[in-house]
């Protein structure tokens, strides 16, 4: 089974400046897809990114970015020009490529609470 | 733009009882997905459907849970009877396809905060 660790419980930022949270994952596949997802308080988690195992390229998606690193089973999400906006809880998720019967659960890390500093 | 529709967003129940949650994917979606989530951790997959189908519920503890989703759009999840340990946010989620590309994003709800008393 696959696992996923974010060792970062909590993580604090000032306003506009950079924060990378980290994630390290388990697994004897190679192929698969990691996500990170936000879940604001009180509201509804939403993807914030994605990396295809076999892309070597890094994801990004406008202010957010990631470092794959396949053969150390990484998988870290940078946030620049952090915005009180992106307060919340980020979880790493990890999803096989080659799932039987169409099974394609994600399993979740425990997530960082992110604070921003204004 | 379209969400995933989830109620009650609060239940209060009492250790035995029975209660019962309520999802509404996506227009279109196919895939509908119950997870789980402990208060300070992250989502654990109960249950996935493809249509009215159960591709996995290999994580849904079967004595006291039950789910389905009889037209393949709507999909319910029942607990019968609560014990404490499942106080938890039950969230949904869905995708358009599974199987890798863009249209296998999963897209959450907002989720059901069950409090067992």
């Known amino acids: 089974a696959q696992t996923v660790t974010q060792s970062q419980p909590e993580m604090s930022v000032q306003e506009a400046e950079t924060v990378t949270l980290s994630c390290t994952y388990d697994?004897?596949?190679?192929?698969?897809?990691l996500f990170w997802y936000k879940q604001p308080p009180s509201r509804q988690m939403i993807l914030v990114i994605r990396q295809e195992a076999y892309k070597q390229q890094n994801a990004t998606e406008n202010r957010f970015s990631v470092n794959f690193q396949k053969a150390a089973k990484s998988f870290s999400l940078k946030i620049s020009d952090s915005q009180l906006g992106d307060a919340a809880m980020y979880f790493c998720?990890?999803?096989?490529?080659?799932?039987?019967?169409?099974?394609?659960?994600?399993?979740f890390g425990k997530g960082t609470h992110l604070i921003i500093q204004p | 733009e379209a969400e995933v529709a989830q109620s009650p967003r609060y239940k209060i129940t009492e250790k035995s009882q029975a209660v019962a949650f309520w999802c509404d994917p996506i227009s279109g979606h196919a895939t509908l997905y119950w997870y789980r989530q402990i208060l300070g951790q992250g989502p654990e997959l109960l249950v996935q459907?493809?249509?009215?189908?159960?591709?996995?519920d290999s994580q849904l503890p079967k004595d006291r849970f039950s789910a389905e989703r009889l037209k393949g759009v709507d999909s319910t999840l029942k607990i019968q009877p609560a014990e404490l340990g499942d106080s938890a946010m039950y969230l949904c989620?869905?995708?358009?396809?599974?199987?890798?590309?863009?249209?296998?994003?999963?897209?959450f709800g907002p989720g059901t905060r069950l409090t067992v008393l």
């Open positions: 989620a869905s995708s358009l396809d599974p199987g890798g590309g863009a249209t296998d994003t999963q897209y």
């Open positions: 459907f493809q249509d009215e189908s159960v591709v996995d």
């Open positions: 697994t004897s596949e190679s192929d698969y897809y």
């Open positions: 998720a990890y999803r096989s490529a080659f799932s039987g019967g169409g099974a394609d659960g994600l399993t």
